[in-house]
């Protein structure tokens, strides 16, 4: 989703302010605004491709305020009541507290009155807004998109981003509907694009009102003009935004129209570097200020619960332009922001001249100054971000432990454990709706079909069988058949297999590889299938349907990473009864249990040193399992289908991140 594409705030209606709650006019927070100095031309954010932004402070919270507010009125009202009961005395008129409480009483009934109408209409706006379905992008068609990040140079390492906010319960209709290709493939780009999908929807169901903002790149029907039409400096030029709104899954999505982020839906992390952090910097300009000037359901959220959610470095200038041009100056003075880290090893590097881009206090610059022995005194994004951001959250247990060593945190570790007090690691979830072999769109047609737990040994046969057909392999049910999906790059440990093929072509197995990267390695994939053809296939390129589709036939999956934050390719797999074998860090070494014979328990094999021996040690032992010991192999199948890797539990544990954001310090 920061993979991810998209920002996510709350869209409430009510928004606290003070100690009651009442409807937030957009032309407050104007006035708001217009009391800082020169705001229109200083505020500033940054963003860039695809970047989510999720405001979760929580309805349960904002709406307990607003009720404390409610029980304050009436205390104050029983107060006047038993002052009347005295009469009149001490210089007061009797009539007088008599009026006074009728006042009070007729404008709270006005108030209440205003607000159930303003829900009714949200409520109707909404409904309108869900029942708009796609009528550009058709689900069933093979959409492929390559992106070559791969081999980037960490020091100018600007590519795209999400980040996200929530904060109050939902009083319309919660109703969930599909979300629409077009918006879900843009946003599904890569793992941080899957949770940029995926996290928002969890929190709305759980009750949090959730938006994701992200930048306008592709052709989308639902959307529909706001009529909000801002202006932002970057670099010295004036750039007018657009806003776009839509109401899906429960969740707003606004999105963010500005001729720099046109045309460039299929290479979103590309350009040079100072024009990818121009992008990123209008981005972030116009997605703090949407909870001010974008109406999602016919009123503006407002400032008065919120919490930012930045996801990764891209988005990561956000806390600090929430507290330099907003918090410093009393404005959002209760807003907070959260920061997670992806991939620590993309940072935004650059040289120090880049700070004059991001439109900070000069006495700002010291934030963003990092010296690392290689490549001396630098301009660092993401060591700013996090050192301003209220709490850090890695996507996975393991990964939070990482980041705090030389090794895995990438010259970042002492900010990291300088900060370890607010750092938490919450494993990812899947999006089940998606990643479902019950239900999955892709298994429908060719050969293929959906399957179960209980009629998993026939559909997973069906599925092997229909992706070797459809690939040109031949069909063996009996012949282990291996998948890897994924980047290619020294990251990914495709080398890894690389080096262990020969060994693996002597093991009567198949081996399909689906990915795009570095090029040397996509002619190595494509080497391979030219030098063994009856075995091996390498799909070069990216396609969602056949992601699915190899996921579904494939016996086994490879994850040889070097490093993986959290991994999601390998949630996927087991959710579909395919075995992981994977080396043992990060969120693998969290989510994949070593198999034990003697307890017949475990979910994959994994290795602890990313080196070609290490590997097929693991790999043998699996393929053993696989032809000796079929009641262990079912076993180990079966027990990853029963896991449940929904985002439930994850979401559950990020509330507990916001509410520590807002309250605990």
Same mark, same amino acid.
């Given at each position: 989703?920061?993979?991810?594409?998209?920002?996510?705030?709350?869209?409430?209606?009510?928004?606290?302010?003070?100690?009651?709650?009442?409807?937030?006019?957009?032309?407050? +927070?104007?006035?708001? %605004?217009?009391?800082?100095?020169? +705001?229109?031309?200083?505020?500033?954010?940054?963003?860039?491709?695809?970047?989510?932004?999720?405001?979760?402070?929580?309805?349960?919270?904002?709406?307990?305020?607003?009720?404390?507010?409610?029980?304050?009125?009436?205390?104050? $009202?029983?107060?006047?009541?038993?002052?009347?009961?005295?009469?009149?005395?001490?210089?007061?008129?009797?009539?007088?507290?008599?009026?006074?409480?009728?006042?009070?009483?007729?404008?709270?009934?006005? +108030?209440?009155?205003?607000?159930?109408?303003?829900?009714?209409?949200?409520?109707?706006?909404?409904?309108?807004?869900?029942?708009?379905?796609?009528?550009?992008?058709?689900?069933?068609?093979?959409?492929?998109?390559?992106?070559?990040?791969?081999?980037?140079?960490?020091?100018?390492?600007?590519?795209? $981003?999400?980040? $996200?906010?929530?904060?109050?319960?939902?009083?319309?209709?919660?109703?969930?509907?599909?979300?629409?290709?077009?918006?879900?493939? =843009?946003?599904?780009?890569?793992?941080?694009?899957?949770?940029?999908?995926?996290?928002?929807?969890?929190?709305?169901?759980?009750?949090?009102?959730?938006? #994701?903002?992200?930048?306008?790149?592709?052709?989308?029907?639902?959307?529909?003009?706001?009529?909000?039409?801002?202006?932002?400096?970057?670099?010295?030029?004036?750039?007018?935004?657009?806003?776009?709104?839509?109401?899906?899954?429960?969740?707003?999505?606004?999105?963010?129209?500005?001729?720099?982020?046109?045309?460039?839906?299929?290479?979103?992390?590309?350009?040079? %570097?100072?024009?990818?952090?121009?992008?990123?910097?209008?981005?972030?300009?116009?997605?703090?200020?949407?909870?001010? *000037?974008?109406?999602? /359901?016919?009123?503006?959220?407002?400032?008065?619960?919120?919490?930012?959610?930045?996801? =990764?470095?891209?988005?990561?200038?956000?806390?600090?332009?929430?507290?330099?041009?907003? %918090?410093?100056?009393?404005?959002?003075?209760?807003? &907070?922001?959260?920061?997670?880290?992806?991939?620590?090893?993309?940072?935004? %590097?650059?040289?120090?001249?880049?700070? $004059?881009?991001?439109?900070?206090?000069?006495?700002?610059?010291?934030?963003?100054?990092?010296?690392?022995?290689?490549?001396?005194?630098?301009?660092?994004?993401?060591?700013?971000?996090?050192?301003?951001?209220?709490?850090?959250?890695? #996507?996975?247990?393991?990964?939070?432990?990482?980041?705090?060593?030389?090794?895995?945190?990438?010259?970042?570790?002492?900010?990291?454990?300088?900060?370890?007090?607010?750092?938490?690691?919450?494993?990812?979830?899947?999006?089940?709706?998606?990643?479902?072999?019950?239900?999955?769109?892709?298994?429908?047609?060719?050969?293929?079909?959906?399957?179960?737990?209980?009629?998993?040994?026939?559909?997973?046969?069906?599925?092997?069988?229909?992706?070797?057909?459809?690939? /040109?392999?031949?069909? *063996?049910?009996?012949?282990?058949?291996?998948?890897?999906?994924?980047?290619?790059?020294?990251?990914?440990?495709?080398?890894?297999?690389?080096?262990?093929?020969?060994?693996?072509?002597?093991?009567?197995?198949?081996?399909?590889?689906?990915?795009?990267?570095?090029?040397?390695?996509?002619?190595?994939? &494509?080497?391979?299938?030219?030098?063994?053809?009856?075995?091996?296939?390498?799909?070069?390129?990216?396609?969602?349907?056949?992601?699915?589709?190899?996921?579904?036939?494939?016996?086994?999956?490879?994850?040889?990473?070097?490093?993986?934050?959290?991994?999601?390719?390998?949630?996927?797999?087991?959710?579909?009864?395919?075995?992981?074998?994977?080396?043992?860090?990060?969120?693998?070494?969290?989510?994949?249990?070593?198999?034990?014979?003697?307890?017949?328990?475990?979910?994959?094999?994994?290795?602890?040193?990313?080196?070609?021996?290490?590997?097929?040690? +693991?790999?043998?032992?699996?393929?053993?399992?696989?032809?000796?010991?079929?009641?262990?192999?079912?076993?180990?199948?079966?027990?990853?289908?029963?896991?449940?890797?929904?985002?439930?539990?994850?979401?559950?544990?990020?509330?507990?991140?916001?509410?520590?954001?807002?309250?605990?310090?």
């Amino acid at each position: 989703m920061g993979s991810i594409g998209s920002l996510t705030m709350e869209s409430s209606v009510l928004v606290h302010n003070g100690n009651h709650g009442r409807p937030r006019l957009p032309l407050f +927070a104007y006035r708001l %605004r217009s009391s800082l100095d020169s +705001a229109d031309s200083n505020v500033s954010a940054f963003g860039y491709a695809k970047v989510l932004f999720k405001d979760v402070a929580g309805a349960s919270l904002c709406y307990a305020r607003l009720m404390s507010g409610c029980r304050e009125t009436r205390r104050r $009202s029983m107060k006047r009541l038993k002052a009347t009961e005295k009469g009149p005395g001490e210089g007061e008129d009797g009539d007088e507290p008599v009026d006074t409480l009728q006042a009070a009483i007729g404008k709270s009934k006005k +108030a209440l009155a205003m607000q159930r109408d303003l829900m009714q209409q949200i409520a109707e706006r909404r409904k309108l807004v869900s029942s708009i379905k796609s009528s550009i992008i058709n689900l069933e068609s093979d959409e492929v998109y390559t992106t070559s990040d791969g081999g980037k140079d960490t020091n100018e390492d600007y590519t795209s $981003s999400v980040s $996200s906010s929530s904060n109050v319960n939902s009083t319309v209709d919660n109703a969930l509907e599909t979300l629409p290709p077009a918006i879900s493939q =843009d946003l599904g780009k890569g793992g941080l694009g899957d949770v940029a999908g995926a996290l928002p929807k969890a929190l709305a169901q759980r009750g949090h009102r959730v938006m #994701v903002v992200a930048p306008w790149y592709g052709n989308y029907a639902e959307p529909q003009d706001t009529g909000v039409r801002k202006m932002y400096r970057v670099d010295g030029q004036d750039m007018e935004v657009i806003y776009f709104q839509a109401y899906i899954d429960g969740v707003d999505f606004v999105f963010i129209d500005s001729p720099v982020f046109r045309h460039i839906e299929n290479n979103i992390y590309g350009g040079n %570097r100072v024009d990818i952090l121009k992008r990123m910097v209008l981005f972030c300009k116009a997605a703090v200020e949407v909870p001010w *000037h974008v109406p999602c /359901g016919g009123v503006c959220y407002g400032d008065g619960n919120l919490v930012f959610v930045a996801n =990764d470095w891209h988005t990561a200038l956000l806390p600090v332009y929430l507290k330099a041009y907003y %918090r410093d100056h009393g404005l959002m003075k209760y807003t &907070r922001s959260i920061i997670v880290i992806h991939n620590i090893a993309h940072q935004g %590097r650059g040289p120090v001249d880049d700070f $004059s881009y991001v439109d900070l206090p000069l006495h700002y610059v010291d934030l963003f100054k990092l010296y690392d022995p290689v490549g001396g005194e630098h301009f660092n994004i993401f060591a700013a971000g996090l050192k301003t951001a209220d709490r850090i959250v890695t #996507v996975s247990n393991g990964y939070a432990q990482e980041v705090k060593t030389s090794e895995g945190g990438w010259g970042l570790h002492g900010i990291i454990n300088e900060n370890d007090w607010k750092l938490k690691g919450i494993v990812n979830g899947i999006d089940t709706k998606e990643w479902n072999p019950q239900f999955d769109v892709h298994l429908k047609s060719d050969g293929y079909t959906n399957y179960s737990l209980e009629t998993l040994q026939s559909g997973k046969a069906q599925c092997k069988a229909a992706l070797q057909k459809e690939l /040109g392999l031949p069909i *063996h049910d009996n012949v282990p058949l291996i998948g890897f999906i994924g980047r290619l790059d020294h990251q990914k440990g495709v080398d890894l297999i690389a080096e262990a093929v020969p060994w693996m072509m002597g093991q009567d197995v198949q081996l399909i590889m689906l990915g795009s990267g570095r090029p040397d390695l996509e002619r190595m994939l &494509r080497q391979f299938e030219s030098q063994h053809h009856d075995k091996i296939r390498g799909w070069v390129g990216f396609s969602i349907k056949t992601a699915h589709r190899i996921t579904a036939g494939s016996d086994i999956l490879l994850m040889p990473s070097r490093f993986e934050p959290c991994g999601l390719n390998q949630l996927y797999a087991m959710s579909y009864g395919t075995v992981p074998v994977v080396h043992a860090v990060g969120g693998l070494r969290d989510t994949v249990q070593p198999f034990d014979p003697y307890n017949e328990s475990g979910l994959g094999w994994t290795y602890d040193r990313a080196e070609k021996d290490k590997l097929i040690h +693991a790999l043998g032992n699996c393929l053993l399992t696989y032809r000796e010991y079929k009641k262990s192999w079912e076993g180990v199948r079966r027990r990853g289908m029963m896991q449940d890797l929904s985002w439930d539990h994850a979401a559950e544990i990020y509330e507990d991140v916001l509410v520590a954001a807002k309250y605990h310090w």
